[in-house]
């Protein structure tokens, strides 16, 4: 059975995580493993966050492991938010101050396409791989909805008249970035444990 670590500190989305993942592949977290330290997201795209976070955690504990970061991508705003989206207003920025800044750089623009996106990094007998989950859709000129969390509110996936903070968990998940790359990273770990059980 494969046992890998998820490089967060973050339980929500190690239970999110788990809770897509098929009970054949054990996951620990770095509580588990007892890894206290701050792991650094210090680049400016998804890819490179990812990446970095799992070679954090496998340098320090040369175990299989994986990673992940998402953003928001807004073309008007040149991609903006992406990798800064949780520190879009500040380095300490809440939610709610994040998603404000969204709509007031947003106000009067008509193109108001954006996508979300996962990268996920992992690390698997020493080798690298990463895949990715993107959902499109579009920004509101208001947020609407209680649900979710960080853009919820203002992001209506393709598909759907309503917003992410106006769906169920299961709704979102049969639209999100999240889910469908936990879906190609489990699709992944399923063909490379297929290959080394061959050899
Ligand atoms: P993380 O890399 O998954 O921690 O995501 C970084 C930031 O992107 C979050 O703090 C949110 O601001 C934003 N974000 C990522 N995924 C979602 C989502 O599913 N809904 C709303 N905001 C999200």
């Not at 098929?22 to 977290?29: F, K, Q, V």
């Not at 193109?111 to 990094?121: D, L, S």
């Not at 968990?169 to 889910?179: C, I, T």
């Amino acid at each position: 059975m494969p046992v890998l670590i998820f490089a967060t500190h973050n339980p929500h989305k190690l239970q999110e995580v788990q809770s897509v993942l098929p009970a054949s592949i054990r996951l620990l977290s770095l509580q588990d493993v007892g890894y206290k330290e701050n792991i650094p997201e210090p680049y400016d795209t998804l890819e490179e966050n990812s990446r970095v976070k799992a070679l954090t955690i496998y340098e320090a504990l040369q175990r299989d492991c994986f990673a992940e970061d998402s953003g928001l991508e807004v073309p008007a705003l040149n991609g903006a938010p992406g990798a800064r989206s949780a520190r879009f207003a500040g380095d300490h920025a809440s939610d709610a101050e994040n998603l404000a800044l969204l709509l007031s750089r947003m106000e009067g623009i008509s193109r108001r396409e954006a996508r979300f996106r996962t990268v996920i990094t992992l690390i698997w007998q020493g080798k690298l791989h990463q895949v990715e989950g993107i959902c499109e859709g579009t920004i509101a000129t208001a947020p609407r909805g209680k649900g979710g969390f960080g853009y919820d509110p203002v992001f209506i996936p393709e598909g759907s008249q309503q917003t992410f903070a106006e769906m169920s968990l299961d709704e979102k998940n049969q639209f999100s970035h999240r889910a469908k790359a936990i879906r190609a990273f489990c699709d992944l770990v399923y063909r490379l444990t297929a290959e080394s059980d061959s050899r």
